[in-house]
């Protein structure tokens, strides 16, 4: 199988206002969509849109058929999302932010494809001019563990038919359940310089506009650097205020077999693994509260919360703020 694990570190740096780090160790699915149907017959602890200790849900991922809140303008890798607005220059720079803008073109309305994880991924490409036709797509995800679902991150991987690295996608999702899909382009695939990898790497700077932490304010710009999975995985999301490195994030990690009795070892080695996730979460949240950082509510700056799919009671109703 193409289908895989990766036995993960993932470390957080916060730099300002207040110095914080932490360190942790889980595992993350790497998921070749074309696979889905034979994952089930060989791994009694998986299943697809059923119960099971490791259960995936395809309508837990890229919900292109439901509405997006707030949308704005959509561009091949999405840096000028708020140009309509008037917050971003077409050549790509506000507030000193380096920005790689491919052409506009007008957005037509969330992808209405309503079939598998697969179809959808390949749809939502083909809006943004990636034909992905015979190609594939590995997802770096965690299903549901015993019917708990969260990720805070997952990517997907699109190679053409040739087997070319063409885009990546990044899926945030928040605690408040919302989730934010950020486009990685052909245009945004260079030379890779993440540590310890080699060959080509997805990089995109972008504004985020998207409540993920009470101590990170909406407006800041998402760092993306992403290597297409091979014998490790590596990625990492930086947070950058104008110029300034506010707080990194990586992943790292070594390819391992997914065979039936490494899911079976891994299920005790690292046990409810989603729930630990959403644990620690909350436990670094107290530890920065402790530490007296400036925090804001999520309802503080509503209208300025775009582009995201299931907003939370507390922007449902919101508008888009007033640029000027």
Not at 70 to 77: H, I, K, L, M
Not at 221 to 227: E, H, I, M, Q, R
Not at 302 to 312: E, I, K, M, N, T
Request: with cysteine; glycine share 8%; hydrophobic share 40%.
């Amino acid at each position: 199988m193409r289908s895989c694990l990766y036995e993960c570190r993932v470390m957080h740096q916060r730099f300002a206002p207040t110095a914080h780090r932490f360190v942790y160790n889980i595992f993350y699915f790497a998921i070749d969509l074309d696979e889905l149907g034979a994952l089930p017959r060989k791994l009694a602890l998986f299943s697809v849109n059923r119960r099971n200790a490791y259960s995936f849900r395809e309508d837990d991922f890229l919900p292109t058929g439901e509405a997006v809140h707030n949308a704005t303008v959509e561009t091949g890798a999405g840096p000028s999302t708020l140009l309509r607005a008037g917050r971003w220059r077409p050549d790509g720079r506000s507030s000193g932010l380096p920005l790689w803008v491919p052409h506009l073109r007008p957005w037509s309305g969330p992808t209405s494809t309503s079939g598998g994880l697969k179809e959808r991924v390949v749809a939502y490409l083909g809006e943004r001019g990636v034909d992905l036709a015979e190609g594939r797509v590995v997802l770096v995800t965690l299903p549901r563990v015993f019917g708990y679902p969260f990720n805070p991150v997952s990517f997907y991987f699109c190679y053409d038919r040739e087997d070319n690295p063409v885009a990546a996608l990044a899926e945030v999702t928040n605690t408040f359940r919302e989730m934010k899909t950020y486009f990685l382009g052909p245009g945004t695939l260079g030379t890779g310089w993440l540590e310890k990898t080699r060959g080509e790497t997805f990089h995109l700077r972008i504004p985020k506009h998207f409540y993920v932490s009470p101590y990170s304010d909406v407006d800041v710009a998402f760092d993306f650097n992403l290597s297409p999975p091979g014998p490790r995985l590596s990625a990492q999301i930086d947070d950058y205020t104008g110029g300034q490195r506010t707080l990194t994030s990586s992943v790292t990690g070594t390819r391992r077999g997914l065979t039936g009795a490494r899911l079976a070892w891994w299920t005790l080695k690292y046990p409810l693994i989603t729930v630990r996730i959403i644990t620690l979460i909350h436990w670094q949240a107290l530890l920065l509260r402790l530490k007296r950082t400036p925090w804001f509510a999520k309802a503080a700056r509503a209208g300025d919360q775009s582009d995201l799919y299931r907003p939370h009671a507390s922007i449902a109703a919101s508008a888009p703020s007033d640029p000027t």
